[in-house]
């Protein structure tokens, strides 16, 4: 790499706070990060304290609780009032299909090839009514294009729903594009952030529907997850769940407890990743990107993902994607057999040689 976001030196010691990567090419983020030495210290800790302090110690899970929001508002830049904590992507997604209110011929808005989170949830608005339009991607260079030429193209267009960057392509969308097309429309913008938040600056002024999990990019663990809903998007909502915590308040989603053990693992990572600095993360991941189009093309391996709109997820076209992903996992290479090919997911905590190792032996299997 050209100028690089990590020191050598920083580098080994990063990656002494992750053992797996000792022994495997972890290449595989994208299913699900790895966790860090201290995340399970941080949950053993709140378990320890209800051992020996039980509900006495509430008010420093609220404290923690309330830090963890307000850290992650600023990481999106937006307030922790639009923020709803909940246990994964899919579930914030179907809260807000499930709150928001549509009209008959409303239309909504997405790619034909979408990920099941997002795709499947709509049953509520069919039921008022609205219809689904799925948008054909003839080729990834154009996603954003097509959808925005969707919008354009429907009359009742009231809401785009998008991945951020798309599980089974790794194609990226600009979500700042999207999101001023969408409200010159009077459209709302709903994104999945999950294959993006961690690996890339993710800045929410222009969405109005966001969700993601921890679990991948952002190395925090199963079970919790974020919902973040814009004002003009909460005065279409009527919450679907209702129960203690939003008794006093019609139009707040945060129904009951939220995942207080997660919590303390994600309040130890976002902790670990300001002691490296976001935009250092960023840059190492896009570094990593770069590194891996030029070695493919030297290579001459083709990419289904466009080296100008990536993230952290790379697809490889592969004849038989599951054979490549078993015989890369018998060298102990771990991706995942993903849409026309291996998704490659490369981390900060990858060298640029777990990244040549897997192109060289992916030329060598000719699969
Ligand atoms: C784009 C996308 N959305 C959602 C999910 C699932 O997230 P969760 O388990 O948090 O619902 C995944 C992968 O697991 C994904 O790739």
């Known amino acids: 790499m050209a100028s690089s976001s990590l020191s050598p030196t920083d580098l080994c010691t990063l990656r002494q706070s992750f053992p797996h990567l000792a022994q495997r090419v972890y290449l595989d983020t994208a299913a699900a990060g790895l966790t860090w030495a201290g995340h399970g210290a941080a949950v053993a800790f709140f378990y320890d304290q209800v051992k020996s302090r039980g509900y006495d110690a509430r008010p420093e899970w609220f404290a923690m609780t309330q830090r963890v929001r307000a850290r992650l508002a600023a990481l999106l830049r937006v307030t922790p009032a639009d923020l709803t904590m909940v246990s994964n992507t899919t579930e914030g997604l179907n809260l807000a299909a499930h709150s928001l209110r549509f009209r008959a011929g409303d239309q909504l808005v997405m790619a034909a090839d979408e990920f099941p989170s997002v795709a499947n949830i709509w049953a509520p608005a069919l039921r008022d009514h609205a219809e689904l339009v799925r948008v054909p991607v003839p080729q990834e260079r154009g996603r954003e294009d097509a959808l925005l030429a969707a919008i354009d193209a429907q009359p009742r267009a009231r809401m785009l729903v998008v991945s951020q960057v798309h599980s089974s392509t790794g194609t990226a969308l600009d979500l700042d594009r999207l999101g001023r097309h969408c409200r010159s429309r009077g459209v709302l913008l709903a994104v999945d952030g999950m ?104 290579r001459g391996l083709p990419l289904v993902t466009p080296p100008s709109a990536r993230a952290g997820i790379f697809v490889v076209p592969c004849r038989d994607g599951e054979a490549a992903r078993l015989a890369l996992s018998q060298r102990d290479i771990s991706v995942s057999a993903r849409g026309q090919g291996v998704r490659i ?20 299997l000719d699969l």
């Not at 679907?240 to 693992?265: E, F, S, T, W």
């Not at 997911?345 to 060598?364: I, Q, W």
Request: charged share 20%; net charge negative.
């Open 345 to 364: 997911s490369p981390h900060f905590y990858n060298s640029t040689e777990d990244v040549d190792r897997c192109l060289a032996a992916l030329s060598e």
């Open 195 to 298: 294959q993006a938040l961690g690996a890339v600056d993710t800045d929410l002024s222009a969405v109005d529907v966001y969700a993601s999990s921890f679990f991948k990019w952002m190395l925090s663990g199963f079970g919790v997850g974020v919902l973040v809903t814009s004002a003009a998007a909460r005065a279409r909502m009527e919450p679907a769940y209702r129960g203690y915590a939003n008794q006093d308040d019609p139009k707040q989603l945060q129904y009951a407890h939220v995942n207080i053990p997660a919590m303390y693992g994600l309040d130890a990572t976002l902790d670990f990743f300001e002691g490296i600095g976001w935009p250092r993360v960023h840059q190492r991941v896009r570094e990593l990107g770069d590194h891996l189009v030029a070695e493919a093309g030297r």
